[in-house]
């Protein structure tokens, strides 16, 4: 009787790459790479302990998205999550293994990533979890984001070499440029390392956002839903065009992704319960860049209209709130969580305003709008003592308005309280802008959008490295 040849099968236990993906996993033995391996050129390794087939009686697994306050995961979890980080970074350096562990051990390393200390563990379960399918990827992009989150969180006085940082950073730039995408899977390995690197960036360099963002976006958006994205992933979107959009509004240019919305069914790590206005401040991005390179009366006058369409549904918005929104959220977080959504609903109505009138024009309405946003965020402080999270945008558009000078000087002092803690290098850059665009709006009328343009020093430096 002839032996037939060996074809792939599925094996009774799945790679570690494919386990952590939930993909099939097909080779023809446990001693052959398996075909995602072998057309990725990773490594095709099966270090984690194998549990015995058959169902399982256990506790429910806690450590989810929807973790209450005070709650832990079970023993046997944890134990598992960390041997699956340990054993994925055993051939690193010491040092290097060290300040992976720290950065993907500890949840509260995302204190101010996140928009309350409830999703802490939860963003650190996001970047955790794809290691061990994607160690060589990310590697870079996790050791310069935790070479540069690190000093803050972990309370240590340490010296962390820049340099190291951002040659980390340039290895990572260059494994995103060159990282092919051809399904849901890599495209989440992809934003996970676009999150990680622009994480890194905007807290320690500043500039060269956009180009970041927007080759992750890019790369990822075939292969994007909003509707069926995982829990993990979906955050990393709305992130990225996050970032990208605050930086297209200052650079007049065009974000990459427009999220398509559905019912909102949760409330987002980042942008809390006001992720529906995201695809609006889309829109005004894409106003914003139409007005600096077109003077066409016909299409300004198609661009008025669509600001009133925009302002009149912006202005009818009101914040969706989960069924359990109550019962899983604390009574400071639902403050500041109502506070974010209030103040991104003004914000972009003031932006609006202000794509049609220049400074000296109807100021009256934009110091109503800008008032209101900076009454909300210093009521919630006060009524919670503590600061309400990933409003750098609506602070500074709030904060354009700002004409006294006393007043101004308080501004300034607010921006360590109101853009993000995270961030010191943009801290200082936001001082820079406010004082650049207050000295040019008390000697003319003008735009504020046509007073900066940011060149992207950050590619072109770490290119070099």
Same mark, same amino acid.
């Given at each position: 009787?002839?032996?037939?040849?060996?074809?792939?099968?599925?094996?009774?236990?799945?790679?570690?790459?494919?386990?952590?993906?939930?993909?099939?996993?097909?080779?023809?033995?446990?001693?052959?790479?398996?075909?995602?391996?072998? &057309?990725?050129?990773?490594?095709?390794?099966?270090?984690? =302990?194998? &549990?015995?087939?058959?169902?399982?009686?256990?506790?429910?697994?806690?450590?989810?998205?929807?973790?209450?306050?005070?709650?832990?995961?079970?023993?046997?979890?944890?134990?598992?999550?960390?041997? @699956?980080?340990?054993?994925?970074?055993?051939?690193?350096? =010491?040092?290097?293994?060290?300040?992976?562990?720290?950065?993907?051990?500890?949840?509260?390393?995302?204190?101010?990533?996140?928009?309350?200390?409830?999703?802490?563990?939860?963003?650190?379960?996001?970047?955790?979890?794809?290691?061990?399918?994607?160690?060589?990827?990310?590697?870079?992009?996790?050791?310069?984001?935790?070479?540069?989150?690190?000093?803050?969180?972990?309370?240590?006085?340490?010296?962390?070499?820049?340099?190291?940082?951002?040659?980390?950073?340039?290895?990572? $730039?260059?494994?995103?440029?060159?990282?092919?995408?051809?399904?849901?899977?890599?495209?989440?390995?992809?934003?996970?390392?676009?999150?990680? $690197?622009?994480?890194?960036?905007?807290?320690?360099?500043?500039?060269?956002?956009?180009?970041?963002?927007?080759?992750? $976006?890019?790369?990822?958006?075939?292969?994007?839903?909003?509707?069926?994205?995982?829990?993990?992933? @979906?955050?990393?979107?709305?992130?990225?065009?996050? $970032?990208?959009?605050?930086?297209?509004?200052?650079?007049?240019?065009?974000?990459?992704?427009?999220?398509?919305?559905? @019912?909102?069914?949760?409330?987002?790590?980042?942008?809390?319960?006001?992720?529906?206005?995201? =695809?609006?401040?889309?829109?005004?991005?894409?106003?914003?860049?139409?007005?600096?390179?077109?003077?066409?009366?016909?299409?300004?006058?198609?661009?008025?209209?669509?600001?009133?369409?925009?302002?009149?549904?912006?202005? +009818?918005?009101?914040?969706?709130?989960?069924?359990?929104?109550?019962?899983?959220?604390?009574?400071?977080?639902?403050?500041?969580?109502?506070?974010?959504? @209030?103040?991104?609903?003004?914000?972009?109505?003031?932006?609006?305003?202000?794509?049609?009138?220049?400074?000296?024009?109807?100021?009256?309405?934009?110091?109503?709008?800008?008032?209101?946003?900076?009454?909300?965020?210093?009521?919630?402080? +006060?009524?919670?003592? +503590?600061?309400?999270?990933?409003?750098?945008? =609506?602070?500074?558009?709030?904060?354009?308005?700002?004409?006294?000078?006393?007043?101004?000087?308080?501004?300034?002092?607010?921006?360590?309280?109101?853009?993000?803690?995270?961030?010191?290098?943009?801290?200082?850059?936001?001082?820079?802008?406010?004082?650049?665009?207050?000295?040019?709006?008390?000697?003319?009328?003008?735009?504020?959008?046509?007073?900066?343009?940011?060149?992207?020093?950050?590619?072109?430096?770490?290119?070099?490295?």
């Amino acid at each position: 009787m002839q032996s037939s040849a060996a074809k792939p099968q599925r094996l009774g236990h799945a790679c570690d790459r494919c386990y952590e993906l939930k993909a099939r996993c097909i080779r023809v033995s446990a001693a052959i790479d398996c075909k995602r391996c072998n &057309r990725l050129g990773q490594k095709c390794l099966t270090l984690r =302990p194998v &549990r015995p087939a058959g169902r399982r009686v256990q506790a429910r697994a806690s450590a989810t998205a929807d973790t209450l306050p005070g709650q832990q995961n079970s023993a046997a979890e944890a134990q598992d999550d960390s041997y @699956k980080i340990d054993t994925q970074l055993w051939n690193l350096g =010491p040092d290097e293994r060290r300040l992976l562990m720290f950065f993907l051990a500890q949840p509260d390393t995302f204190e101010y990533c996140v928009v309350c200390p409830r999703f802490n563990k939860a963003e650190q379960r996001s970047f955790a979890a794809p290691l061990p399918a994607a160690l060589p990827v990310l590697k870079d992009a996790y050791l310069a984001c935790a070479g540069a989150l690190r000093p803050p969180y972990l309370g240590q006085k340490m010296e962390v070499d820049s340099a190291i940082n951002l040659r980390h950073a340039s290895s990572a $730039l260059r494994t995103l440029r060159s990282l092919p995408v051809g399904n849901y899977e890599e495209a989440a390995i992809c934003l996970t390392l676009g999150t990680a $690197l622009a994480l890194f960036v905007y807290s320690a360099v500043g500039v060269g956002l956009f180009d970041i963002c927007h080759s992750s $976006l890019s790369k990822a958006e075939p292969f994007l839903e909003m509707a069926v994205l995982d829990p993990d992933t @979906k955050p990393l979107v709305t992130f990225l065009v996050l $970032l990208e959009t605050m930086i297209c509004f200052v650079d007049r240019q065009k974000p990459t992704l427009r999220i398509k919305m559905r @019912k909102a069914e949760s409330v987002d790590r980042h942008l809390g319960l006001c992720l529906p206005l995201l =695809p609006y401040y889309y829109d005004l991005c894409e106003i914003n860049h139409a007005l600096a390179i077109t003077t066409d009366e016909k299409c300004l006058a198609h661009i008025q209209n669509t600001l009133d369409g925009i302002q009149a549904a912006v202005d +009818r918005w009101q914040p969706s709130q989960p069924d359990d929104f109550i019962d899983k959220f604390s009574s400071a977080d639902i403050v500041h969580l109502l506070a974010q959504a @209030k103040v991104y609903r003004l914000a972009a109505l003031l932006v609006s305003h202000r794509l049609r009138y220049v400074f000296g024009q109807q100021d009256n309405q934009a110091d109503i709008w800008s008032k209101e946003i900076m009454r909300e965020l210093e009521l919630a402080r +006060r009524v919670t003592s +503590r600061l309400t999270r990933f409003v750098t945008l =609506p602070f500074l558009v709030a904060a354009v308005e700002i004409r006294g000078r006393d007043e101004r000087m308080e501004t300034l002092q607010n921006v360590a309280k109101y853009v993000d803690q995270f961030t010191p290098v943009i801290q200082k850059v936001t001082r820079t802008f406010l004082t650049r665009v207050w000295r040019e709006r008390d000697v003319a009328e003008c735009s504020w959008f046509d007073l900066v343009y940011k060149p992207c020093v950050f590619l072109d430096a770490i290119d070099g490295i």
